[in-house]
């Protein structure tokens, strides 16, 4: 039988340190598969590759961090998303601006907002087109990562901005090196 891992790729902004961020998302995941499918397990092969070290010194302490986890809060599944009365009428309000922005963008060819936001809200993301220096060493450490787990069944979970350099490794791979097969990806 082929041995299994999952790999997780974190996403945008700082992080707490490498090893308490690993864990964390390890405790989340065994969390989901008991609490949603009644799985019980303590083992679960799990690697992490970390990039908020290239851009960020120093970690995000425990008390500054603005997401922590906290284990076994709750019991059960956990509930099914409800869309607040709001979204709707938000989602009404930015197509109807995203049609007008995307007006100014084909007949202009300037997307202003996207670059408005892209630089003052999404600088990590900015910084991962932007910078080649980055950019190759993010997707380096992916990279490895996969490499080092080749053989075995590979399960890629990125999440946010890790979603967009899990899909590009993923092109690379396919394209300039020897297959490493990953088995789902998720985001």
């Known amino acids: 039988m082929v041995s299994s891992v999952i790999i997780g790729i974190h996403g945008l902004a700082n992080k707490p340190p490498p090893d308490e961020k690993k864990e964390w998302w390890k405790l989340a995941i065994i969390e989901g598969l008991k609490r949603n499918c009644g799985k019980t397990t303590d083992e679960l092969s799990f690697d992490f590759v ?17 997401e922590p986890y906290y284990p076994d809060e709750g019991i059960g599944p ?9 979204v709707a009428v938000f989602n009404e309000i930015t197509s109807v601006i995203g049609k007008e922005v995307n007006f100014l963008d084909l007949h202009t060819g300037v997307d202003r907002v996207g670059d408005f936001v892209l630089e003052k809200d999404l600088q990590d993301l900015a910084a991962y ?10 997707r380096q450490r992916l990279i490895d990562k996969l490499k080092e787990h ?35 990806l998720s985001r």
């Open 150 to 184: 080749a053989g075995k069944r590979i399960m890629l979970i990125g999440h946010s901005m890790g979603s967009i350099i899990a899909y590009d490794v993923l092109r690379i791979i396919g394209r300039q090196m020897p297959p490493i097969p990953v088995d789902h």
């Open 78 to 86: 956990f509930p099914a998303y409800q869309a607040h009365k709001w």
């Open 129 to 138: 087109y932007e910078d080649q220096n980055f950019r190759t060493t993010v």
């Open 50 to 66: 970390y990039w908020a070290d290239l851009r960020y010194k120093p970690p995000i302490s425990l008390a500054t961090n603005p």
